[in-house]
């Protein structure tokens, strides 16, 4: 069964500090694998997708994120937080194959990151 | 290019009544999903619309029903509301042709509804 998993509820970083959001997947395939934030009372925003080819993805907003086959991990990755950048994160995956769950996504739980000045 | 557009954005309902949201996708795109996001829960699909058919359902009971038509417009349907849905319900849109790595879903701000 598709599923993803966000181990982390809350992440706290300083302003100006790398920033890792954490995100592990299972399906049956090739993952599509995607990234969206959600600011509060707003939807959910497209930040970065991975299909295939290169393991490192670039997105909005400066951020970026790494595909581990072998980990089945899809971390989500800033090099320098800003406080602006505090809000929950969604990992999501999306199979490969056009089975019966052609174009659903599974969201794995949200993650909160909080940076602090 | 407008977003995709949900209303209304807040509804206050009781016990028992029914409820009707509405989302406007992207010009263009032909598929529409509804989720159900909740603080204990987080994000549940509900299920996906492509050219006025349901192609797509998760797990939730038949109180939820919703609708496309022919402009790709959506409606969710909730009967005999309960306590527990109460949450933020969002509308995705996508052009949902046949490239899914390759197709996005972007969503609208929500609607938030409160059941007393």
């Known amino acids: 069964a598709q599923s993803v998993a966000q181990p982390e509820d809350q992440v706290n970083v300083a302003e100006g500090n790398p920033l890792t959001v954490k995100c592990t997947y299972s399906?049956?395939?090739?993952?599509?694998l995607f990234w969206y934030v959600q600011y509060p009372n707003r939807g959910l925003q497209f930040l970065l997708k991975?299909?295939?080819?290169?393991?490192l993805v670039k997105g909005s907003y400066g951020f970026e994120a790494e595909f581990n086959k072998s980990q089945t991990s899809f971390h989500l990755k800033k090099p320098s937080a800003l406080v602006s950048d505090s809000a929950l994160y969604f990992c999501?995956?999306?199979?490969?194959?056009?089975?019966?769950?052609?174009?659903?996504?599974?969201f794995g739980s949200g993650t909160k990151l909080n940076v602090k000045p | 290019k407008a977003g995709v557009t949900q209303t209304p954005r807040y509804l206050i309902k009781t016990r028992g009544q029914q409820v009707t949201l509405s989302c406007s996708p992207i010009?263009?795109?032909?598929?529409v999903s509804w989720y159900q996001q909740t603080p204990g829960q987080g994000l549940q699909f509900l299920f996906e619309?492509?050219?006025?058919?349901?192609?797509n359902k998760g797990n939730f009971p038949g109180r939820f029903s919703g609708r496309q038509f022919s402009n790709s417009r959506s409606e969710m349907n909730v009967s005999t509301l309960e306590l527990g849905d109460s949450a933020l319900y969002l509308c995705?849109?996508?052009?949902?042709?046949?490239?899914?790595?390759?197709?996005?879903?972007?969503f609208g701000a929500g609607t938030r509804l409160s059941v007393l």
């Open positions: 995705a849109s996508s052009l949902a042709g046949f490239d899914p790595g390759r197709d996005i879903q972007y």
């Open positions: 399906v049956s395939g090739n993952p599509y």
């Open positions: 991975y299909i295939t080819g290169d393991n």
């Open positions: 999501a995956v999306r199979d490969s194959v056009q089975r019966d769950n052609f174009n659903k996504f599974y």
């Open positions: 010009s263009g795109h032909r598929s």
């Open positions: 619309y492509f050219s006025e058919t349901q192609r």
